[in-house]
């Protein structure tokens, strides 16, 4: 067990660096090498790993011995690639942002690589984490009476600029259903407690990215849509993206109903980006409405400030973190989201991608998506 757990991190973009802020918060953690390609991001990732090596290559990062996990928060299409040389050169601990992969092509090469790597892999479905959304899957249950109908609805901003806007492209990010929605098909299956079996979805590219250009290309992403999704036990789930909609009071909203009631979870988005004019930023909110007796409760669920403030995801960065380092120490023996999950949350958003585009239902036979083409 690690006195000082030593992250390696390839990757501080946008994300990478969000990683950096909530590492620094954790006791007895260090982030000791970075490869980061581009000299902007570097620079600016410096700043929140002072005494980090900075290094040309993930090769280079492998080579430095103070070394206990390693974190990838590269752009999504690198992910399989860098975890298939961290396999070979060397296994540790490894925490892989979402989405684990983007195109079925990448399937085989995961199989390998889960069936061959000794140490633990977390796949980091932060959404999981947020304290909101944490109590409404530890509460769900017991409020609903036995989930039948689950909806998540984010309405937020469009997608944010990245280094070689690779997340304006298919070709990069796998599609939105893939990069930004595989979060909330994990939540589903998680909340279900059931496999999907059928995915349709309609979609759009109607607001966002319209008059960009980019090495001559114009981006393809999506930027609103409905999935519906089937599930094994008969349960059924929605999900409502609009990528326009950032003057909403709240980001997301989780909404799981049964036989005895509902419960829903009101997440804020990013406070930095809540108009100061108005005052403080909303608190996150639980509502539990039983239908006998009737009346909701409204609990407000508020994150500490210095967590908050280290990321744009409602603090779930922080303790998702302290889940994989636990891991790392062996006070916990395996990671929560796993190699499984992760795989699993890309082939629905593989599927919502194929069913936007052709207007047919998917049918995801013996929960694999072999069939689906990007």
């Known amino acids: 067990m690690p006195a000082k757990v030593r992250y390696g991190v390839i990757g501080c973009g946008m994300m990478g660096q ?3 802020r909530n590492i620094a918060l954790l006791a007895d953690t260090e982030v000791t090498v970075v490869f980061e390609p581009d000299a902007d991001m570097a620079r600016e990732a410096a700043a929140f ?8 290559s993930v090769a280079e990062l492998l080579e430095v011995e103070e070394l206990d996990c390693i974190l990838i928060a590269s752009p999504n299409h690198c992910h399989v690639p860098q975890m298939e040389e961290i396999r070979k050169k060397r296994p540790l601990p490894l925490l892989v942002e979402k989405p684990l992969f983007t195109d079925p092509k990448d399937l ?4 390998t690589f889960k069936s061959a790597y000794p140490a633990p892999v977390w796949v980091a479905m932060e959404y999981r984490y947020m304290p909101p959304i944490a109590a409404l899957i530890e509460q769900a249950e017991e409020a609903t009476g036995g989930i039948k109908m689950l909806t998540i609805r984010e309405h937020r901003f469009p997608f944010l600029d990245k280094v070689g806007a690779w997340n304006r492209f298919n070709k990069y990010s796998g599609g939105t259903f893939v990069e930004k929605c595989c979060h909330f098909f994990d939540l589903m299956r998680l909340i279900m407690k059931s496999e999907p079996v059928r995915v349709m979805a309609s979609a759009g590219q109607d607001a966002n990215h319209k008059d960009e250009t980019y090495d001559g290309e114009q981006p393809d992403i999506l930027d609103n849509g409905y999935v519906i999704v089937d599930f094994e036990n008969g349960s059924r789930a929605m999900l409502e993206l609009c990528m326009f909609a950032e003057g909403s009071r709240y980001q997301e909203e989780v909404v799981a109903i049964g036989s005895e009631g509902k419960i829903e979870a009101f997440v804020p988005g990013p406070g930095r980006f809540w108009p100061s004019d108005l005052g403080d930023p909303p608190v996150p909110q639980l509502v539990v409405s039983p239908r006998q007796p009737k009346g909701p409760r409204q609990i407000d669920i508020p994150v500490d400030p210095t967590i908050l403030d280290a990321g744009d995801h409602n603090g ?5 973190h302290e889940g994989f380092v636990a ?6 023996q395996a990671p929560e989201v796993t190699l499984e999950d992760g795989r699993r949350a890309v082939e629905m958003g593989l599927a919502a991608q194929q069913s936007a585009r052709t207007g047919q239902a998917v049918l995801l036979m013996s929960n694999k998506l072999s069939s689906v083409a990007c």
């Open 18 to 20: 969000e990683h950096l």
């Open 49 to 56: 790993a002072p005494g980090a090596k900075f290094v040309g």
């Open 108 to 111: 085989a090469e995961l199989e």
């Open 316 to 320: 779930s960065t922080f303790y998702q």
């Open 327 to 332: 891991v790392v120490r062996g006070e916990k």
